[in-house]
């Protein structure tokens, strides 16, 4: 088991299911490591939301963003953060939606605590992870040390847009990040 975080105090509105894992350093022990050498992933299974599809390549924007897929309806890995096997997150994002309908995580909101999901290695091996927890943080408030973490035992980030849309600004407020750690 890894080790674990409180949930902190719920806001009404807001998506806080679950313990987030964290860096350990606590009582409890890591989360199991990911077996064989570094390996990025290619693929993506969410049986709980009928998702199933490869994934592309995304970098950090010039202005310091990570980059989202250009169609809705795909998923994409940051290639240049930490990859299976090595220490840290890798890091999985997708849209909610579109103007033309929903996209790639629409159904990310709707995953639990025990949730399975799967990433395929560029060697046909599937690693397994197990959904901790989820939570609901404001975009200029988004814990990027925790998210985007480099160090620690390897984990899983998927993440989404949520809240409220705010069509002043065209975009959400909010993004809905869900935690994993291997199985």
């Known amino acids: 088991m890894s080790a674990l975080m409180s949930a902190p105090e719920s806001t009404p509105g807001r998506t806080d299911i679950g313990t987030v894992p964290v860096h350990p350093g606590s009582d409890e022990t890591a989360a199991p490591p990911v077996t064989g050498a570094p390996a990025p ?34 998923v ?10 090595d220490p840290g997150a890798v890091v999985v994002v997708g849209h909610v939606d579109s103007t033309i309908g929903p ?23 599937d690693v397994a992870f ?25 984990a899983l980030r998927l993440i989404t847009c949520g809240g409220t849309f705010d069509p002043r600004h065209g975009g959400y407020r909010d993004n809905l990040v869900v935690y994993a750690t291997p199985n």
């Open 41 to 74: 992933p290619t693929r993506i299974r969410i049986p709980a939301i009928g998702l199933d599809q490869k994934l592309v390549k995304l970098r950090v924007q010039q202005d310091g963003r990570l980059s989202v897929p250009k169609d809705p309806a795909r």
């Open 76 to 85: 994409g890995w940051w290639s240049d953060g930490p990859r299976l096997g």
């Open 103 to 125: 996209g790639a995580f629409h159904g990310l909101s709707s995953l639990r605590p025990g949730d399975k999901v799967a990433l395929r290695r560029t060697d046909g091996e």
């Open 130 to 154: 197990t959904v901790r927890a989820l939570r609901q943080y404001q975009k200029d408030a988004l814990p990027d040390r925790q998210v985007y973490a480099t160090t620690g035992p390897p």
